[in-house]
């Protein structure tokens, strides 16, 4: 049988000193029970936005996620010169216009505010997109007269009513690779091509409560008063986290498809800055206080053939610490350890490229040939991977 490459998976191996990088509702540590021991845990959610950033930054290709459309193309408009109440006039009638249902936002005192619709549904869209929005509302400027007061018993109807959802149906790179929902646009749902698992300490957490208490500089100068300005506690965790994410390849190109002379090339820079964006990407809570910027100690990558396959459950039982400390060694030999296992029972012709990049770990024997950095680590993954388009 002719295996084509149809998966990227890639394992990760990240120490994380004391920090709180993905808060819950009361500002607690996220935490999770697996194999009935307490483990620190950061969601995909948390960490899918860290690396949607990175990628951004470093492709240049970026995503607008808002339920304020009306006010940025309301933006663009003043930069071109409008005056500001008819911008703003015009940004109402852009979100009013598409098929998602929308409302005028209230002030503080509860009160409506003029010609500032919010759109009910998060829109996301191309960072471009805004500028056609914008031209649209300036070739249409003439019927723009009606104002979103958000008084009266019937919402006004957008003069641009019918003239904005083939604009939201738009995407880019950032797009087809991490998908969108919009039900209420017709062809607007994208199906993303990369899932993301949440991160979790190989071992068993505890949290830690720091209390903490503020100096007041007038009072520490004078001397005149005892106590501090301000006190408090927050809530860290320290640990050893196992990552894993996976690419679709077959979704991507699928999805770059509108293209097709350039699909290839497309979906090679897409899926490569995609490993790197998750390799050296972090959720920045509370960084000022914490400044948790590590480096992976290991990170693995493995074309598969039919389908992803996470290493979570080399993790189930948790890892115990080092004889002198420590949980990234035993951790890392657990990846391989497991690997040997998951692959000889699915069958190692379904594993068609191994590879890693390591800190250290001279003697990894089942994930593949080692290369000096993450760059090198990538680029050869993904040639193998997309050395032509999977069928």
């Known amino acids: ?87 703003e006039r015009a940004g109402a009638h852009v979100a009013a216009g598409s098929s998602i249902k929308w409302e005028v936002a209230k002030g503080k005192d509860k009160q409506p505010i003029t010609n500032k619709v919010l759109t009910n549904a998060l829109v996301y869209l191309a960072e471009s997109a805004v500028e056609e929005l914008a031209d649209i509302a300036e070739a249409h400027k003439d019927t723009l007269t009606t104002d979103f007061t958000g008084r009266g018993k019937t919402k006004p109807e957008s003069a641009l009513k019918g003239k904005i959802d083939k604009v939201l149906t738009n995407r880019n790179g950032v797009i087809n ?68 994410a996976t690419v679709d390849l077959q979704e991507l190109i699928k999805n770059l498809s509108d293209d097709k002379d350039m699909v290839l090339e497309a979906a090679r820079e897409l899926a490569g800055q995609f490993l790197l964006s998750f390799i050296e990407s972090l959720p920045q809570a509370k960084k000022n206080s914490t400044a948790p910027h590590t480096l992976p100690h290991l990170v693995h990558v493995a074309v598969r053939s039919d389908r992803p396959l996470s290493f979570a459950a080399a993790f189930e039982e948790p890892v115990r610490s080092a004889e002198h400390g420590g949980y990234v060694g035993r951790s890392v030999q657990s990846v391989d350890a497991y690997s040997k296992a998951a692959n000889t029972l699915l069958g190692p012709e379904r594993v068609l490229h191994a590879a ?36």
């Not at 509702?25 to 307490?38: E, P, R």
Request: with cysteine; proline share 2%.
């Open 177 to 244: 690779l991490f998908g969108r929902m919009l039900a209420e646009v017709d062809r607007a749902d994208v199906d993303g091509a990369v899932q993301v698992a949440h991160a979790f300490t190989t071992h068993t957490t505890e949290i830690e409560l720091d209390y903490f208490a503020a100096v007041d500089d007038v009072t520490a100068m004078r001397g005149d008063e005892t106590g501090s300005g301000h006190m408090g506690t927050a809530e860290f965790s320290t640990g050893t986290f196992y990552r894993f």
């Open 1 to 87: 049988m002719d295996r084509k490459p149809r998966f990227i998976d890639i394992h990760v191996v990240q120490p994380v000193p004391y920090a709180n990088l993905n808060r819950d509702d009361t500002n607690s540590v996220k935490t999770m029970l697996y194999g009935d021991a307490l483990r620190t845990r950061i969601s995909s959610q948390s960490w899918k936005r860290a690396i949607r950033e990175h990628f951004q930054d470093t492709l240049g290709d970026n995503a607008l996620r808002t339920r304020r459309i009306g006010e940025r193309v309301a933006e663009v408009l003043c930069s071109r010169g409008w005056e500001k109440a008819l911008a």
């Open 356 to 391: 890693h990049a390591s800190l250290h770990f001279d003697k990894l024997e089942h994930l593949g040939e080692r290369h000096a950095s993450f760059e090198a680590l990538v680029t050869t993954s993904i040639g193998i991977a997309l050395a032509e388009a999977p069928q």
